[in-house]
């Protein structure tokens, strides 16, 4: 089991009580207009949190349920927003539960994208407020939610597994950023084709991110399993040295 120092732990409990509190807030302010739209959402949102690519070079998985918690944010109050979020990420984490470790990766897990989620809300009615088309308004919200979860996963990383910040959050950008901005795109366009009451349209183009998902996950198996190979190669050269003393250090 992976021991975290002091000030991991202080962060990450920070970020599961921040999430949790902007959680409850969001439900305190709960407000449902369209229950068919709300179930309809909910449930894309969490088939589309099962679809899950492991991200190589980092300790870390990306889920295609970008759009989805995009399109929520812009079609649904804060409170079904944010509710949507947390049990997506929890939906996404569940696989994995196996131990007291996984169950607070869950956590941290769910309170940062709920976190991610807020920021974008919050990006989104300051960009509407400010009278922006509907989709530079969903632009905002897509670069604060990037921004958001970033940031969250390579301060975890620093802290937890002792990778540079920059560098781990430059790593997961350039893995990423195509994602989410083929994700804002696809939001922006099912969102314009709602308002015009066109949903034949909307959820047409809605198997587009499983085939991205497809797509990711084809792209991402070489170097994935090259990643075995790589560590296996490093434990030979050390043991190439003292022997005994390097191989005893490889298994501690």
């Known amino acids: ?3 975290f120092s002091l000030i991991t732990k202080i962060f990450i409990a920070a970020v599961i009580v921040t999430g949790t509190a902007v959680l409850v807030n969001g439900l305190r302010h709960w407000n449902t207009n369209r229950p068919l739209e709300l179930a309809a959402l909910l449930i894309m949102t969490l088939i589309a949190s099962l679809l899950k690519v492991k991200l190589p070079g980092i300790n870390g998985s990306m889920s295609v349920n970008v759009p989805f918690l995009l399109i929520v944010a812009v079609r649904l109050s804060p409170g079904e927003t944010l509710a949507i979020a947390a049990l997506a990420s929890l939906v996404q984490s569940i696989p994995a539960l196996k131990n007291r470790e996984t169950f607070v990766q869950a956590l941290f897990s769910s309170a940062a994208i709920t976190n991610s989620v807020a920021a974008a809300l919050l990006a989104f009615q300051l960009a509407s407020r400010q009278s922006l088309l509907g989709p530079l308004a969903i632009t905002a919200a897509g670069a604060a939610f990037f921004f958001a979860n970033t940031v969250q996963i390579a301060a975890v990383l620093w802290l937890a597994e002792g990778k540079n910040p920059f560098a781990a959050w430059l790593g997961m ?18 969102c314009a084709a709602v308002q015009f009451a066109l949903w034949g349209e909307a959820l047409a183009l809605l198997p587009i991110m499983y085939s991205i998902y497809s797509s990711y996950k084809v792209y991402f198996a070489a170097p994935a399993a090259a990643e075995p190979l790589r560590a296996n190669t490093a434990t030979m050269g050390a043991t190439t040295g003292p022997g005994v003393q390097s191989a005893s250090a490889t298994i501690h």
Do not use: D, F, N
């Open 1 to 3: 089991m992976q021991k």
């Open 173 to 190: 950008a350039r893995l990423s950023v195509p994602y989410y901005v083929l994700s804002t795109g696809v939001a922006a366009i099912v």
